[in-house]
């Protein structure tokens, strides 16, 4: 059973910087495939950013050239870098993990739909504001 522990969010001023970071304890981190994603409020819950095993990364176009997703296998940690952030980011942000199917078959696939992810953290909340 994987773990997922998101910190990093906070309330900040339009135009600022966010750093969140997503600690996973279980498993076999290297392996996973690792997603962002959140969900504001009266809002379903959106796709951000994933990144592969084998480090593909991709993202939504809202965030593309502002959010960076980012791992370090050594320290089980996903980050997302997040800049010029806007109101519209306001929300409750996810981290999800999948149980590493991919690397064990070697395929290279980007994750972008919740359902392909099998476990999540319990959020951190981004505050945007003016």
């Known amino acids: 059973q994987v773990q997922l522990v998101e910190s990093g969010g906070g309330s900040v001023r339009i135009g600022d910087s966010l750093r969140l970071s997503c600690t996973a304890s279980g498993g076999t981190f290297s392996n996973t495939a690792l997603g962002w994603f959140r969900q504001a409020p009266g809002k379903e819950r959106e796709f951000l950013a994933t990144?592969?095993?084998?480090?593909?990364?991709y993202y939504q176009d809202s965030v593309k050239g502002r959010f960076t997703i980012s791992r370090d296998n050594a320290k089980n940690t996903v980050y997302l870098q997040m800049n010029n952030l806007k109101a519209e980011d306001t929300a409750l942000y996810y981290c999800?993990?999948?149980?590493?199917?991919?690397?064990?078959?070697?395929?290279?696939?980007?994750?972008?739909?919740?359902?392909?992810?099998?476990?999540w953290g319990q959020g951190t909340q981004v505050t945007v504001s003016s």
């Open positions: 990144i592969s095993w084998s480090e593909m990364t």
């Open positions: 999800a993990a999948d149980r590493g199917v991919d690397r064990q078959y070697g395929v290279q696939r980007l994750r972008v739909g919740a359902a392909e992810y099998d476990y």
